[in-house]
């Protein structure tokens, strides 16, 4: 069992930065995929970004270049730099982990735990 908990968010102005933070327990974290994604008011969860064992690291379009995905395996925390943040970055933000070895990482059925979400509110 690996427990996740989000935190890092609040209220920013377009423009401006944030950073999450991603804390896991519980088990091995090093090997796990841990991903970003993001619920906007009355929409979807969307993916916003991934990082792999090796720290290989994947962007949705939206925020690549803007946002920075992160891991400190010593402190099994994942971090997600967002810079020039946007009115429509305004989510509630979620980290997830598996330790499947997948070839696509933006699916949400293909990651075994969640946090509890942060939100992130970006004012215009």
């Known amino acids: 069992q690996v427990q996740l908990v989000e935190s890092g968010g609040g209220l920013v102005q377009a423009g401006g930065s944030l950073r999450l933070s991603c804390a896991a327990s519980?088990?091995?974290?090093?090997?796990?995929?841990i991903g970003w994604f993001r619920q906007p008011p009355g929409k979807e969860r969307e993916f916003v970004a991934t990082?792999?064992?090796?720290?290989?690291?994947y962007y949705a379009g939206s925020v690549k270049g803007r946002f920075t995905i992160s891991r400190d395996n010593a402190k099994n925390t994942v971090y997600l730099q967002m810079n020039s943040l946007k009115p429509e970055d305004t989510a509630v933000y979620y980290c997830?982990?598996?330790?499947?070895?997948?070839?696509?990482?933006?699916?949400?059925?293909?990651?075994?735990?969640w946090g509890q979400g942060t939100q992130v509110t970006v004012s215009s």
């Open positions: 997830a982990a598996t330790s499947r070895n997948l070839r696509d990482t933006t699916m949400r059925r293909d990651y075994d735990y």
């Open positions: 519980g088990r091995t974290f090093s090997t796990y995929t």
């Open positions: 990082i792999n064992w090796n720290s290989n690291t």
